[in-house]
Nanobody
Framework: QVQLVESGGGLVQSGESLRLSCVASGSIGSIKTMGWYRQAPGKEREVVAYTTSSGFTYYADDVKGRFEIARDYDRGTTFLQMNNLKPEDTAMYYC???????????WGQGTQVSVSS
């Protein structure tokens, strides 16, 4: 099994940056895809970005050009660099692992990101 712990959230102003980190423990060698979801108040969870062990990277349209995902395979960590943050980026951000069908099967506890205008 894999456990995920996120950190790095906080309150920032519009246009500022944050860097989220996620550390995996347990069977990290079994992880193929790691990524980030978010959930804003009153909205469903949505995928933000993910990266596969083969090097494929996906970004949601509304974060392309502003967010960048990185991964340290040996240490089982992933990072989300978020630049030019907007109030609509306000959400709880979750680190996830995804299975072979593309479904998130392991979730961290979440880290809150709040962006003021």
């Amino acid at each position: 099994q894999v456990q995920l712990v996120e950190s790095g959230g906080g309150l920032v102003q519009s246009g500022e940056s944050l860097r989220l980190s996620c550390v995996a423990s347990g069977s990290i060698g079994s992880i193929k895809t790691m990524g980030w979801y978010r959930q804003a108040p009153g909205k469903e969870r949505e995928v933000v970005a993910y990266t596969t062990s083969s090097g494929f990277t996906y970004y949601a349209d509304d974060v392309k050009g502003r967010f960048e995902i990185a991964r340290d395979y040996d240490r089982g960590t992933t990072f989300l660099q978020m630049n030019n943050l907007k109030p609509e980026d306000t959400a709880m951000y979750y680190c996830v692992t995804l299975n072979g069908l593309g479904y998130a099967d392991t979730w961290g506890q979440g880290t809150q990101v709040s962006v003021s205008s």
